[in-house]
């Protein structure tokens, strides 16, 4: 069955620094969503993305916050001055169309600690 | 703005029993609900869905849930409790617009006792 992959699994980045972390959607999805976990804490939506652009993002989705789809397969999440609040999993999803009764498949996730 | 509740925390059963968690959801339209489980450093594998019809759902694994209108819950269950299942199992709503990005409970940790 195909799946969500997310590199690296773990990052470790010293505060203020960037970071990137990569998904490689289910390759037939349109639809590209960051979600996050904070450890102890419920997995909370970032951003989706459609068609190339923002399609929606919550208030945690600051300017320090940024997502490209730099071809055709992989879809990334920046962070351009890490902040020690930032550690937490990070999750990649897709989705197959707009059409709302598609489910949404995850990755594994990538577990990003700040220092 | 949608939300969704699971109250338990924390729930241990013995291997054989049955399962039941509770989720309750508020959201003005119809939901679109969700069950996905996470094992330990795993992503988030999805249970089953409701969109609309049967309120009685099947899932993988064995699992079910009841879509309950008049209750806003679409608690899970299972019969019979594998050790396997020992995992975080989170609900979810999704949400309005385009998107429909999932709105999650704050997740329920289950341990099975052998």
């Known amino acids: 069955e195909p799946e969500v992959t997310q590199t690296p699994s773990h990052q470790v980045t010293q505060m203020g620094q960037e970071v990137i972390l990569r998904c490689v959607p289910i390759s037939n999805h349109l639809y590209f969503y960051w979600y996050r976990q904070i450890l102890g804490q419920k997995v909370e939506f970032l951003v989706s993305?459609?068609?190339?652009?923002?399609?929606?993002k919550s208030e945690i989705f600051d300017d320090q916050f940024s997502v490209e789809r730099p071809d055709g397969s992989n879809f990334t999440l920046k962070i351009r001055s890490t902040k020690l609040e930032d550690s937490a999993m990070y999750f990649c999803?897709?989705?197959?169309?707009?059409?709302?009764?598609?489910?949404?498949?995850f990755g594994d996730g990538t577990r990003l600690s700040i220092l | 703005a949608q939300s969704v509740t699971q109250p338990d925390i924390h729930i241990t059963v013995s291997e054989g029993a049955s399962l039941e968690l509770r989720c309750n959801y508020s959201?003005?339209?119809?939901?679109?609900l969700f069950w996905y489980v996470q094992s330990p450093g795993q992503g988030l594998q999805l249970l089953l869905k409701?969109?609309?019809?049967?309120?009685l759902v099947q899932g993988i694994k064995g699992f079910e849930a009841e879509f309950k209108r008049s209750q806003s819950s679409f608690n899970l269950r299972k019969p019979s409790v594998h050790w396997s299942d020992a995992a975080e199992y989170f609900c979810?709503?999704?949400?309005?617009?385009?998107?429909?990005?999932?709105?999650f409970g704050s997740g329920t940790q289950l341990t099975v006792l052998p």
């Open positions: 999803a897709s989705k197959l169309n707009p059409n709302s009764n598609q489910p949404q498949h």
């Open positions: 993305f459609y068609n190339n652009e923002i399609s929606e």
């Open positions: 979810a709503v999704a949400a309005g617009g385009s998107a429909r990005q999932l709105t």
């Open positions: 409701y969109f609309s019809g049967d309120t």
């Open positions: 959201y003005g339209a119809t939901p679109y």
